[in-house]
């Protein structure tokens, strides 16, 4: 991988992704929205259970947990990836990839940080003003070492976001279509991810293999980390653990690229 | 499960020595293997000057594995269980070499396998039997070095950013192909000159016109400095001024850098005027390789004789020498055999008044459509 190509790549990524950024502005107010609905209905949950407490986390580290979680999900999800391979297999534009000396994965990571950048910068104003406005629900800031934690919890999150959904989309080597595989996975991932609410309110049994698997780290881990609910011996363990986690993903992308390409026929000339 | 495992093995060996030196040493020198109906050795290799192939194809023989779907409901259904396949062989053993500087091309009727032919020279598929070389390397191998000395151009893809001037995205293919400041500018000021849309850079893609796009296309994959060019019907939907315009511009490169070039059209005019040779594929297989002149001495069994006589009618007699083909006022076209051409027309001049005349060989569209006819009824 040469450093340097694929840094003038992501500067020329930056430039094309900032044209779109009207649309950015638009796009985050459309999803903070919701954020109010969701505090009413959590604050109805705990007054309707009579506890102040749900498997560890009060109302308002539920409000602040769910405000976390956007910030993870910015990192980690990857809106039209999965799609996009599986359409640049089925169209035939894949040969793009092959025909230059250009590493298709790290084209795509490079592109897809310079587009959360881009997304990142523009959507900071409207993100700022939602948890100034939101402040009340966090208890203290995380100290420093934890920051540094959190920080590098979230960037590992898009890289196991990024190469989980490349492996999806390499999928479509094989079958012609990804898009329902990746509605079903994605509404399994809004779950088991914590998305939708911290895992720890789920069941026991299944919490002992969600620990295991990579979803956590897309949503919840970091969220977690951020609140103070991991620490000491078992935040280095996660920390490794997510680590390990994008190496795997990482090859398990490459491998699938690798054997897609064997029974790839270049359609559609 | 052993194939998976076989998988696997390759995956892991062409991980670990990624960047493997090219397989210089298995490069073919000179000695040029044809199969089809014509020989056609225009470089005979001499012990003082040995010149290395640039490509070099052996056997190159593609299947492709297509599912087969019965028609309506009940058959999309039957499918979801239990699919059919159909092998479909595309390119059914070629074999040609192509020296520096030649510009080749390839024709054949659609499905013969010239683009799947293509594909493999680019290394965009693997092959299913056969062995190539291209610039001394195996293609599908996709080496950088090698991926940074050819280009592949599709007319109707585009690989210029939509959105983007298509500056920009000459930049990118700077960084992309790791070019130096000094050499991207020298190559691009040319490139610019030599196309005539220097003025254009600025605008988004997608407001140029067709031609102006391809030119710039063009431009894109020309920015290397690649020593070869597999160009795929690089004129298709373009007026007949951008055509010419095209063909122009190639054949100035071709002169003033040496490129190899490689072409598949359906436009006559493009392979009439860029390339002095032809090879010629029907149903997968090399059916004639050699100069394009000689292909019409092979397969143009008949001549054109266009006859004007005296006076303001032709003659009745004309028949006996030939079939007439249009006949209007004195002037009169006549298709005659070869062999009997310069007995037909001195017989013609003694019996009557010729004006005047000129003998033709027959439009290349029919001697090629003939070429076909006679791989179908032979496959």
């Known amino acids: 991988m040469l450093p340097t190509k694929y840094f003038h790549i992501f500067r020329i990524s930056l430039i094309e992704r900032l044209t779109y950024r009207s649309d950015f502005f638009l796009a985050t107010f459309m999803r903070l929205l919701p954020m109010l609905t969701t505090i009413l209905l959590w604050s109805a949950v705990y007054q309707g259970s009579g506890k102040d407490d749900l498997s560890g986390f ?67 104003i409207p993100y700022a003003a939602l948890f100034l406005l939101c402040r009340n629900y966090f208890t203290s800031f995380p100290d420093a070492a934890t920051f540094g934690a959190y920080v590098l ?100 992308a490459r491998l699938l690229y690798w054997i897609g390409l064997r029974r790839y026929s270049a359609y559609g000339g | 499960m052993a194939r998976l495992v076989a998988i696997l093995y390759g995956y892991l060996l062409t991980f670990t020595n990624n960047r493997a030196a090219p397989a210089a040493a298995n490069i073919k020198f000179g000695n040029i293997h044809f199969n089809g109906l014509a020989s056609y050795n225009h470089r005979q290799p001499t012990g003082e000057r040995i010149r290395m192939a640039i490509v070099e194809v052996r056997d190159l023989a593609k299947t492709y594995r297509v599912v087969q779907k019965k028609p309506g409901l009940g058959g999309a259904l039957r499918g979801l269980f239990r699919r059919e ?67 592949l151009i599709m007319g109707q893809k585009n690989q210029l950013w939509w959105d983007l001037p298509a500056g920009d995205s000459f930049q990118l293919h700077r960084e992309i192909y790791s070019l130096k400041r000094q050499d991207f500018d020298a190559a691009l000021g040319e490139l610019l000159e030599m196309f005539g849309v220097g003025s254009l850079t600025r605008q988004p893609v997608r407001e140029l016109s067709l031609g102006e796009r391809m030119k710039m296309e063009l431009i894109a ?85 266009k006859l004007q006589f005296a006076g303001s009618a032709t003659p009745d007699d004309l028949g006996q020498f030939g079939e007439v083909t249009a006949r209007s006022g004195p002037v009169a076209d006549l298709r005659v055999d070869r062999q009997r051409i310069s007995g037909a027309l001195s017989a013609i001049l003694d019996r009557h008044t010729v004006v005047d005349v000129s003998v033709q060989d027959p439009p290349l569209e029919s001697v090629i459509a003939r070429v076909f006819e006679e791989g179908t009824t032979k496959a």
């Open chain 2, 221 to 305: 994959a020309l920015l290397h400095r690649p020593r070869l060019l597999l160009l795929d019907e690089p004129t298709i939907g373009l007026d007949v001024v951008a055509q010419v315009t095209i063909q122009k511009c190639l054949r100035e490169y071709n002169a003033s850098r040496g490129v190899t070039m490689l072409l598949t059209s359906h436009y006559m005019r493009d392979v009439e005027a860029l390339c002095s040779r032809v090879l010629v594929i029907t149903h997968g297989k090399v059916l004639y390789d050699g100069p394009l002149a000689r292909l019409t001495d092979q397969f143009g069994t008949t001549k054109m004789l």
């Open chain 1, 153 to 252: 919890s979230l960037f590992m999150a898009f890289l196991v976001g990024f190469y989980f959904e490349a492996c999806i989309g390499m999928v479509g080597f094989w079958l012609l279509e990804v898009t329902s595989l990746l509605y079903i996975v994605n509404t399994l991932n809004y779950f088991i991810s914590g998305h939708m609410f911290p895992i720890d309110l789920l069941p026991e049994e299944l919490l002992v293999v969600l620990r295991v698997l990579p979803f956590q780290y897309m949503a919840y881990f970091p969220a977690a980390v951020f609140l103070g609910k991991i620490h000491g011996a078992a935040l280095w363990q996660g920390l490794l653990a997510e680590a390990a986690w994008v190496v795997i993903l990482f090859f398990l």
């Open chain 1, 58 to 124: 009060r109302l308002n580290e539920m409000i602040a947990y769910l405000l976390l979680v956007h910030i993870s999900r910015m990192f980690s999800s990857m809106p039209g990836l999965a799609g996009g391979i599986a359409l640049d297999i089925r169209e035939g534009t894949l040969k793009k990839y092959l025909l230059q000396p250009l590493d298709m994965l790290h084209y795509l990571v490079t592109y897809r940080m310079a587009h959360k950048i881009a997304y990142m910068t523009t959507s900071f």
């Open chain 2, 85 to 151: 396949y159909r092998q479909v062989q595309a390119v059914a053993g070629v074999s040609f070499s192509i020296e520096p500087g030649e510009m080749v091309a390839f024709l054949g009727p659609n499905g013969a396998g010239k683009t799947t032919t293509l594909k493999m020279l680019a290394g965009l598929i693997y092959p299913t039997a056969g062995t190539a070389r291209v610039l001394g390397y195996v293609p599908w191998d996709r080496d950088d070095s090698f991926r940074r000395s050819f280009s």
